[in-house]
């Protein structure tokens, strides 16, 4: 089969590999049907996640049909169609059975797949501890529809969880990247009073204005963003913030922007160290939360996106074969031609 490997820091390659095979009586082998290219697969690729194998098949948001299956595999069945979780977990160890599942202690645990075991840029993948980290998708809802679920949407699910936003709440998100939109789509759910998106991409924006994810976008290029929240939240800042932009400088914005007693989440993967302002924001009493996504509830989300609640298919800017995923690649990570997000068909 074909499959885009991390072979170095800066060097991927598509290339021929062996078809997996079903090691343990739980996994499931699956054809792939779509996948897309991540901001956390450039990661990858540019060196700065240190847990990722080189020699990898890269990909960690993808649907696909299941076309093999373990013996002790009761969920699933051959045919089925289902949306693969980004992050594979026992359900058994300390940290499943309290929901931790991102810090699962198995070795195929956590965000296993596309970092440290064979992912879903290619034609065919393992999946391990398939009943636990599967989502069956319905039929009325198609592998576009589903794409997300088991990364972006999870995250964004994930965040506002930990967000424990409040219906009074004016909630400002910083970044209308992919993981941005999908934070938004899930703030939706929850609605808080007012939602503020900072970007400095005017086509992001647009997107945000147009498919009425927020109430207020701001361009930090155009505003004074620190004032701008002031005015809007009678002069206190904003309640919740989800930093999801990862910038140089929207660390320290989100700190200044929040009022006393807000919650800050960092839903954002670094590339660099951030430095804790302490002296400057001691006295604001804020409650700051980070880490990555515990990736357990696409069954909700699926629901969701079956009673039409969340459609995340606005972030499809880009749909292209499999054969030119390199190219796809080269566009993502270069954010040409106002891409957001890629669909990449592998039915070819």
């Not at 009586?25 to 054809?31: A, C, P, R």
Request: hydrophobic residues 35%; negative net charge.
């Amino acid at each position: 089969m074909k499959a885009v490997v991390y072979e170095d820091i800066n060097r991927l390659v598509l290339k021929e590999c062996e078809k997996p095979k079903l090691i343990e009586d739980t996994d499931v082998i699956l054809k792939v049907t779509t996948t897309t290219i991540c901001s956390s697969d450039i990661h990858i690729k540019r060196g700065f996640v240190p847990r990722s194998v080189k020699g990898v098949v890269l990909g960690h948001e993808f649907v696909g049909v299941v076309e093999e299956k373990g013996a002790k595999v009761k969920n699933f069945n051959i045919g089925d169609r289902v949306a693969v979780n980004c992050e594979t977990f026992c359900g058994e160890c300390f940290y499943c059975k309290k929901g931790y599942v991102n810090n699962c202690i198995d070795k195929n645990g956590g965000w296993a797949l596309g970092c440290r075991i064979d992912g879903g840029q290619g034609e065919y993948t393992r999946i391990p501890f398939a009943d636990n980290c599967l989502t069956k998708i319905p039929d009325s809802v198609t592998d576009e529809e589903a794409l997300f679920t088991g990364d972006l949407l999870s995250t964004g699910y994930w965040a506002c969880k930990i967000g424990e936003i409040e219906k009074d709440d004016t909630v400002v998100v910083i970044g209308a990247g992919p993981t941005g939109l999908c934070t938004l789509l899930n703030l939706k759910l929850h609605n808080p009073k007012k939602i503020i998106v900072i970007d400095v991409d005017e086509n992001r924006l647009e997107l945000v204005k147009k498919n009425s994810y927020a109430d207020i976008v701001l361009n930090p290029l155009k505003v004074d963003i620190e004032k701008e929240i002031l005015k809007y939240t009678e002069g206190r800042g904003a309640d919740r913030v989800f930093e999801v932009a990862g910038g140089e400088r929207t660390f320290d914005l989100a700190l200044k922007i929040a009022r006393p007693n807000a919650t800050v989440v960092l839903v954002a993967m670094y590339e660099k160290d951030q430095t804790l302002p302490l002296p400057n924001i001691y006295g604001k009493n804020l409650t700051i939360k980070f880490g990555g996504v515990d990736g357990y509830d696409c069954d909700k989300i699926m629901k969701y996106i079956e009673e039409k609640k969340i459609d995340a298919t606005s972030l499809i800017t880009h749909r292209m074969k499999f054969k030119d995923i390199m190219e796809a690649y080269e566009i993502f990570e270069n954010k040409r031609d106002g891409v957001i997000k890629i669909a990449i068909d592998m039915k070819e």
